[in-house]
């Protein structure tokens, strides 16, 4: 048996709003946006060069999913992006205003440092050993 995670669902206020913050800052690519009808989307995602797992901008659906946008794993990061140069996406993101949580740090697995995304959602850019 082979089994893998193919998306994770991210809420979003507005599929728009977050397709360009996904796509233009942080450099993804927009794997997919398919109507649903009704004003759903089918919104996926991706890190350049991934074939893993993506991203399914998922709008929220009512107030209590807009009450989670942005802190879905309670102040924890939630989501880690591996990169193959930390300092060259480092460099990337802090030019197109990114918001850092702290300084780069190195730790015993690689060179890690802590961002926000658009909703305030924590994110690790990491590069392993």
């Known amino acids: 048996m082979k089994q893998h995670i193919a998306a994770m669902a991210l809420l979003v206020h507005d599929y728009d709003d977050a397709i360009d913050f996904y796509t233009e800052t942080l450099g993804f690519a927009l794997v ?3 109507p649903l009808g009704g004003g759903k989307r089918w919104v996926l995602v991706a890190p350049p060069g991934s074939t893993g797992c993506r991203l399914l901008l998922a709008k929220a659906a009512g107030p209590e999913q807009a009450a989670r946008i942005g802190d879905q794993t309670g102040g924890r990061v939630f989501l880690f992006l591996d990169t193959d140069d930390f300092w060259r996406d480092h460099a990337a993101l802090t030019a197109r205003g990114v918001t850092f949580r702290e300084a ?3 730790e015993t ?4 440092v ?16």
């Open 104 to 106: 780069p740090r190195e």
């Open 109 to 112: 697995y690689g060179t890690v």
């Open 32 to 34: 997919e946006d398919t």
């Open 114 to 129: 802590v961002f926000e995304d658009l909703y305030g959602n924590l994110w690790d850019l990491v590069q392993r050993r």
